[in-house]
């Protein structure tokens, strides 16, 4: 097999042959069905996140993959991270190059992943879930899943009385595209941001952008969007997603936190289900595992892989400094909390676009960490 080789391009200089080329891949890849790997998602990208460009991969003189990427000092990462996730190389089935192949040919000193699709044995496992509906739809697999999690389900639909009986009746809208609706949720996930400790991904500006230029596209079979739920006049919840095909994603959900016992955000995503699946949506993506309520909606996974990959030398060592500032905060206490920091580290890195910015983004989550290991060891066992 000839050599993998790759040129480095604007996204904007993408010409009609290789869209179409993309296009024909995804259309033979069905591992690459979310709309993060789409051109329009790329496109929009491209044009508002810093430093954004596509590795153009070739043998013996022939485009065999695309990989949009953003870089950040001398790390490489999925365009649009931390926001993006699913990334990996778009190429026909069989012709998809390995992480370590891909690695190499970019030559960054450090390529950061966190939801890689495609050959590897690099890094780690993570799994995400999905809601995949049969041919009988939103009501077949509410059926099934009530019989068998009632207790949970059972408890939403009391939620739902109680809610009415308090505030109104409830409606849900699907397909909303409102700036000031957008600007509502994001100062809710900014406040959620600063009860938790959580590095604000929204206040480098340019994520920010991203939504809003999302809500904007029109494209053919892809576009991004945001369902709502009203409780008489008052707005409870909205979530914002992005589709493609029959796949829809959900994406940044947000409810307000004084009705948390009503389970607004869970009670949205169901109508949105029921909503969507109206319209020809089969496969609703719920990103990572984690959240207790995921166990209970979703029939489904997928298994990406989380890695760093490191060009050995000097580079390699010094770009690890803040990653360092985060560790001292955590201290040693184990594999669980050493992922947590990576983790932090790699979503201010790609939200901040200088060093300084960076660096004062990890002492931030440092002191967060630190406080909160410090509030653990001070608790009083009951």
């Known amino acids: 097999m000839a050599s993998l080789k790759v040129d480095i391009v604007g996204i904007d200089a993408l010409g009609d042959a290789e869209w179409t080329a993309w296009r024909a891949m995804l259309d033979a890849n069905p591992a690459l069905a979310s709309p993060y790997f789409r051109p329009e998602f790329a ?3 491209g044009r508002v996140s810093p430093s954004s460009a596509v590795a153009v991969f070739s043998r013996g003189g022939v485009t065999v993959g695309f ?12 365009l649009a991270a931390p926001m993006n996730d699913y990334h990996g190389v778009i190429a026909f089935p069989g012709m998809v190059p390995s992480l370590e192949e891909a690695a190499e040919a970019l030559g960054a000193t450090r390529l950061n992943l966190t939801a890689w699709v495609g050959p590897t044995a690099l890094g780690e496992d993570r799994r995400t879930v999905q809601v995949e509906f049969g041919g009988d739809g939103y009501d077949g697999w509410y059926a099934e899943r009530r019989a068998t999690f009632g207790k949970f389900f059972k408890d939403k639909e009391r939620a739902r009385r109680s809610m009415e009986a308090e505030l109104g009746s409830l409606r849900v809208e699907r397909d909303l595209r409102d700036p000031a609706m957008l600007d509502w949720l994001i100062d809710l996930k900014r406040d959620q941001y600063r009860r938790t400790g959580r590095h604000d991904i929204f206040a480098c500006g340019w994520t920010t952008d991203l939504l809003h230029a999302l809500l904007r596209e029109d494209g053919e079979g892809f576009g991004a969007s945001m369902a709502a739920l009203w409780a008489g006049d008052r707005l409870t919840a909205v979530e914002y997603s ?13 409810y307000e936190p004084s009705l948390a016992r009503c389970s607004p955000g869970i009670l949205l995503s169901m109508d949105t289900m029921r909503l969507a699946a109206e319209r020809g949506y089969r496969t609703f993506d719920f990103g990572f595992e984690g959240e207790h309520y995921k ?15 490191l060009r050995p030398g ?6 690890q400094a803040a990653v360092g500032a985060l560790n001292l905060a955590g201290g040693d206490r184990g594999d669980r909390l050493r992922t947590s920091v990576r983790r932090r580290w790699a979503a201010i890195e ?7 910015a960076r660096m004062k983004g990890a002492m931030q989550a440092a002191g967060a960490a630190l406080a909160k290991v410090r509030a653990t060891a001070n608790r009083v066992p009951a």
């Open 43 to 45: 496109r929009v990208a």
């Open 67 to 78: 990989f949009p990427h953003q870089r950040r000092g001398g790390a490489m990462q999925p």
């Open 242 to 254: 992005l589709h493609a095909g029959d796949q829809y994603h959900f994406w940044f959900p947000g």
């Open 295 to 309: 166990k209970y909606f979703c029939n489904g996974f997928k298994l990406v892989r989380e890695a760093v990959v």
């Open 314 to 319: 000097l580079g390699a060592t010094m770009s």
């Open 350 to 356: 790609a939200c901040e676009t200088t060093p300084t």
